[in-house]
C-alpha cells in the first residue's frame, strides 16, 4: 500500500480502484466493469451517486462487508449515467433506492435476499 493510500485511509477516505481495474475499464464496456467490481464483494451495500444530473459518468462505492459507517469505502467511476447504473445494479440481483434522510442525494444499494434451496 502506498503512503498515499495509508494517509487516505488513516482519515477515513476512500482510495483509488486498482491500477489493474483502471487499465480493464478502457478495454471492457461499464457493465463488464460493474460486474468485475461486484464480483469482488456481492454481499457488501453499495451506493452511487454522479457530480451533476444526466453526468456520463457515475461514482459507484462499496462499505466493506459488516462494515461501520467510519470504516473506508472503495469507490470507483464508471462511464455510465445514474438511471442505467440504476437499472443495471437492479440486474445485478440488488435493491436499489434513496435513503431515508431527503438531504443526502446519493442512491443506496444493497443485495436482495437468495431463496435457500
Known sequence: MSLANKILSSLGLSTPADP?????DTEDGPDAVLARF???????KYTFDSAQRDAPQSEL??????????????CITIQMQSRRLFQAMQDQGFFCALPIDPKQTHIE?????????
Open 20 to 24: 489493474a481495474d483502471a487499465a480493464a
Open 38 to 44: 461486484i464480483s469482488k464483494s456481492p454481499a457488501s
Open 61 to 74: 462505492c462499496r462499505a466493506p462487508e459488516g462494515a461501520r459507517q467510519q470504516q473506508q469505502k472503495e
Open 109 to 117: 444499494c444493497t443485495p436482495k435476499p437468495r431463496p435457500q434451496p
